[in-house]
């Protein structure tokens, strides 16, 4: 099954930075959502964005996305320790379930 | 708050042990799903379930099998375990459609010897 793919596959920040991370896919979507994951953790839901929107926001999150480009990406501003996590995108892609990626572990450093 | 309650934190088995990986979800959803996840292959699929009684093969179903009897409890089943099948095992549901949000569990992380 088609897998989208985050970039990077490592991100060290400082407390206050902000983080970006993307997410490209190979086929066309309905919806594309981003999870995190703390260490050891199961994943929790993030945010949703449907394929005929181009940017969501949820408090310090940014997601954006662009189906032209088969691309999607995360923002976190103003990062706090706490944010340090493993992020993942998944998307339908035309499948009866989601398709997770290998996720991008973000370190926030005090 | 959805709740997902895997039964176990950490289970250790023995080779050819049949091991029984309990989720519960406490909303009423249609669907759950078992993952497992690997350092470097992410999440992959195993099984999911629609319905009570009704389930369909994953990406990598060889293995497991699975029992759905009420609409609450879906349960994840090795039938011979093997070392091959050490990993983090993640149960998941969801409302109306498959295709989430997926509501976790916090994970079972299965070592088998």
């Known amino acids: 099954s088609q897998q989208g793919e985050e970039d990077p596959q490592a991100l060290s920040i400082q407390e206050g930075e902000n983080a970006t991370m993307n997410c490209s896919y190979k086929?066309?979507?309905?919806?594309l959502q981003w999870y995190r994951q703390n260490s050891g953790r199961g994943l929790v839901h993030l945010i949703l964005?449907?394929?005929?929107?181009r940017e969501k926001h949820s408090g310090r999150l940014r997601v954006t996305l662009d189906t032209s480009k088969k691309s999607s990406s995360l923002l976190i501003t103003a990062s706090r320790a706490a944010d340090t996590a493993s992020y993942f995108c998944?998307?339908?892609?035309?499948?009866?379930?989601?398709?997770f990626g290998k996720g991008t572990m973000l370190l926030v450093s005090p | 708050d959805v709740k997902v309650t895997q039964s176990s934190r950490y289970l250790v088995k023995r080779t050819g042990e049949k091991v029984f990986l309990e989720c519960v979800q406490d909303?009423?959803?249609?669907?759950m799903f078992w993952y497992r996840q690997d350092p470097g292959l992410g999440l992959r699929l195993i099984y999911f379930?629609?319905?009570?009684?009704?389930?369909e093969k994953g990406d990598i179903p060889e293995g497991y099998s699975v029992s759905r009897e009420k609409k609450e409890r879906f349960s994840l089943i090795l039938e011979s375990a093997s070392t091959n099948q050490t990993s983090m095992y993640l149960c998941?549901?969801?409302?109306?459609?498959?295709?989430?949000?997926?509501?976790f569990g916090n994970g079972t992380r299965l070592t088998v010897t």
């Open positions: 998941a549901s969801s409302f109306g459609t498959t295709l989430g949000p997926l509501h």
């Open positions: 086929t066309s979507i309905n919806n």
């Open positions: 964005i449907r394929s005929n929107e």
């Open positions: 998944a998307t339908d892609g035309g499948y009866s379930t989601l398709t």
């Open positions: 909303m009423d959803h249609e669907n």
């Open positions: 379930s629609y319905d009570v009684k009704m389930k």
